[in-house]
Nanobody, 127 residues
Framework: QVQLVESGGGLVQAGGSLRLSCAASGRTFSTYAMGWFRQAPGKERDFVAAITWNGGVTPYADSVKGRFTISRDTSENTVYLQMNSLKPEDTAVYYC????????????????????WGQGTQVTVSS
C-alpha cells in the first residue's frame, strides 16, 4: 500500500505558475512509476505527465508540453509538477497516481494502469 497526498493547488492568473507536490508514504517509493492527471468538471480524467521510477523518462500530454515539468525526489518520497505559463484551460482538479513496477524505464498514460491515487488538489486559472 502507498498513500498519496497532493498539495500546492490554488487560484492563479493566466500566465502564472504553480508547483504541485505529491507526498508518498507506505511501500518503497522508488519502485513506483508516478503520474499526474487532471479532471475538469464534466470531463474525463486526462493524462498530464508521468515519470519512471528511475526518473529517466518523462512523457507529457501535448497540451502541457513545454510548460509543465514533472520531477521526483526519492529521498523526500515526493513527486512535483511545476506548471508555468498557466492558461484558463488548465483549470481542473489535479491528481497524482502511483503504479508499482519492476521495470525502471516504464511509464503509464492511462488512469486504469495506476494502482493508487491521491485525493486531488484544485487548480484554478483566471483569465
Amino acid at each position: 500500500q502507498v498513500q498519496l497526498v497532493e498539495s500546492g493547488g490554488g487560484l492563479v492568473q493566466a500566465g502564472g505558475s504553480l508547483r504541485l507536490s505529491c507526498a508518498a508514504s507506505g511501500r518503497t517509493f522508488s519502485t513506483y512509476a508516478m503520474g499526474w492527471f487532471r479532471q475538469a468538471p464534466g470531463k474525463e480524467r486526462d493524462f498530464v505527465a508521468a515519470i519512471t521510477w528511475n526518473g529517466g523518462v518523462t512523457p507529457y500530454a501535448d497540451s502541457v508540453k513545454g510548460r509543465f515539468t514533472i520531477s521526483r525526489d526519492t529521498s523526500e518520497n515526493t513527486v512535483y509538477l511545476q506548471m508555468n505559463s498557466l492558461k484558463p484551460e488548465d483549470t481542473a482538479v489535479y491528481y497524482c497516481a502511483a503504479k508499482y513496477t519492476y521495470a525502471s524505464g516504464s511509464y503509464y498514460r492511462r488512469p486504469d494502469e495506476y494502482n493508487y491515487w491521491g485525493q486531488g488538489t484544485q487548480v484554478t486559472v483566471s483569465s
